[in-house]
DNA sequence: CTACAACCTGTGAGCAGGTGTCAGGTCAAG
DNA sequence: CTTGACCTGACACCTGCTCACAGGTTGTAG
């Protein structure tokens, strides 16, 4: 199986086929004659995995390290769980965030509603922006 | 003012201030002595109007056209308003992705809690993930 | 006067996770 | 035998910094 073939059958774009063997992630061995790189039905279910890992918000560094794990023999689960846990917290986080920013910008909208655009000077290159700036402190 | 001093004076890196002057987003001018970069008080305004606006979601590149209009004569305010109403829709977007995948991992989480970690073999590399997988399908 | 620290400079690399472009080699069909 | 579709490695690009490097400049202490 060439990489266009084994990224079709796995609906992932051939780039991504080839970086993730540029990253180390897929392991195809060498047709002798052409240098053509040859995944076997193996590397399907290791990029299977990948995809699963990844829909479940992992790294692909920490992807990595969960297949070496599993490469030299140990049950990469604890490890699994462990980033999970982790992972959980840090997207709890990033929601709060972006909720925080949501909110700031739907108020800028309404309060926009009512000003009228300006022409830029010296102090000010828009106002819009430069009253929440003011608003925020 | 050089970079440094501005850096500090706007609770911001130095390398900040560098990148910024790097990609074009302040212009400083040059002490012909020795070759430093001059800041101006009018550049302080600028990085404000810059972190305002990035506080408010928008990107660097945005900014720069912002601030190229504005250099222009014309207002950016229309610009602004277009600017954020995308990105309203595209962070409400990427929330609801994100407490998709919240969603996801905490059950992940409460249904691994009453599985057993595995040893890796040929099919599987880690069944929690995998497990995942299945289900989604 | 000089040594030294603390500043300044431009350039380039690194992060994540791809996406894409390039020149060149390979292969099968017509 | 030529065309077109595929393959290869090496590299640039995206975002928003962060940092390292080597070298030039400045100010102060001895």
Same mark, same amino acid.
């Given at each position: 199986? /060439?990489?266009?073939? !084994?990224? @079709?059958? &796995?609906?992932?774009?051939?780039?991504?086929?080839?970086? =993730? /063997?540029?990253?180390? !992630?897929? @392991?195809? &061995?060498?047709?002798?004659?052409?240098?053509?790189?040859? =995944?076997?039905?193996?590397?399907?279910?290791?990029?299977?995995?990948?995809?699963?890992?990844?829909?479940?918000g992992?790294?692909?560094?920490?992807?990595?390290?969960?297949?070496?794990?599993?490469?030299?023999?140990?049950?990469?689960?604890?490890?699994?769980?462990?980033i999970i846990v982790r992972r959980i917290e840090e997207n709890q986080r990033k929601i709060k965030?972006?909720?925080?920013?949501?909110?700031?910008?739907?108020?800028?909208?309404?309060?926009?509603?009512?000003?009228?655009?300006?022409?830029?000077?010296?102090?000010?290159?828009?106002?819009?922006?430069?009253?929440?700036?003011?608003?925020?402190?």
């Open positions: 199986m /060439t990489a266009n073939v !084994l990224a @079709k059958q &796995s609906h992932v774009s051939l780039f991504t086929v080839r970086h =993730y /063997t540029r990253i180390g !992630l897929l @392991k195809p &061995s060498r047709n002798r004659q052409n240098g053509y790189k040859i =995944y076997e039905p193996s590397d399907a279910a290791r990029l299977r995995f990948i995809q699963a890992a990844k829909n479940l992992f790294s692909l560094a920490e992807i990595a390290e969960i297949l070496d794990e599993a490469v030299r023999g140990n049950s990469p689960c604890p490890m699994v769980r462990e965030e972006m909720q925080r920013l949501q909110r700031k910008m739907e108020n800028a909208v309404k309060d926009w509603a009512k000003m009228k655009n300006s022409m830029p000077d010296g102090d000010s290159v828009c106002h819009l922006i430069e009253s929440v700036g003011e608003v925020e402190k």
